[in-house]
């Protein structure tokens, strides 16, 4: 599959999805339908094999390699949950696979690669100390080996995967959705979705929400294209990436109607109220989209929103730090400019 994602590309991958991921729920959430005055649903893809939507795109991308391509095995550089679904993709289609890892990742999602990939993913390795180190170290080893690179974003066919979050919605809810938030971090979800909805439903608004201390996308659309971030918070991992993808960057660029940054603490006491109000284990990167909900927006929230809970792959180890965080912020929230509503 070349160049961009198309209508038809993630129409083909929702297909060949269909019978293999879950079809994960979208649900109404009171506390957030409170605060922000407007019906909120939250599309659950913690609770995707793998506790996220990465499989959907790394899935797709390995299913769509030739015998050929497939046979020196794939490889991947993840900050971890892309690295779960190649894991799991591999194992499933016996296909041979190394994941590369950055040394911030954490302990649960290694674990969690290795059990995944049981038998098929032979290598794991930790190299770099940020995702730019790791992707050099994987495309370094796929020169050696022939192996198939399978980027975590900037793919096309992992981005009509990705976009099958999408497909889902629309049909969860049919054309009554009027605002979606996504997170964002290299850029692959929020562009697959992109593509899908504006096609779909011209009319709905679309906002990504990214991390304040890794705001690449910004950065990309000040700069005029995909540039360097140094240095970067990497608290919320999953989204936590220097460089922006070619392919999210010209689609954000040219549909997206606002794009958020979210602070760190912010996202920790949101992961906070999701675990305690509403029994939802999400990590940073999956309570980015509701997040968002606490801060000023230009877009009038046209309901019902749907937020994109995009994982659940947190370690216990970091709750502290968490809950530091949250302090930090509740202590400033008091004055916090309120939210934006329309009808």
Known sequence: MNGEPSVASITWAAEVLRPVVRRTPLDPNARLSAAAGVPVWLKREDLQLCRSYKVRGAYNA??????????????????GNHGQGVAFT???????????????????????????????VRTVVVAGADFAATTTAALEDCERTGGAYVHPFDNPAVVAGQATVAVEVVEQLGGGVGTVIVPVGGGGLV?????????RLPGVTVIGAEPAGAASMRAALDHGGP???????TFV???????????????????????????????????????QTDGIIAEPAGALASAALRMPLRSPLRGPVV???????????????????????VGREVNRPQLVTGG
């Open 62 to 79: 390995i299913a769509s390699l030739t015998a050929g391509q497939r046979a020196p095995g794939v490889v991947c550089a993840s900050a």
């Open 90 to 120: 591999c194992r499933q289609l016996a296909v041979p696979g190394r994941v590369f890892l950055p040394a911030t990742v954490t302990r649960q999602k290694r674990e969690r690669i290795a059990s995944l990939g049981d038998g098929v």
């Open 191 to 199: 562009a697959g979705m992109l593509t899908w909805l504006k096609h």
């Open 227 to 233: 540039t360097a971030l140094r240095p970067i918070d």
């Open 237 to 275: 991992d999953g989204a936590a990436v220097p460089s922006v993808g070619r392919i999210g960057y010209r689609v954000v660029r040219d549909l997206l109607d606002e794009l958020v940054s979210v602070p760190e603490d912010a996202v920790c006491a949101e992961m906070v109220d999701l675990y």
């Open 307 to 329: 937020c994109v809970l995009s994982g659940g792959n947190n370690d216990i180890h970091r709750y502290g730090e968490i809950l530091e965080r949250t302090g930090r912020y």
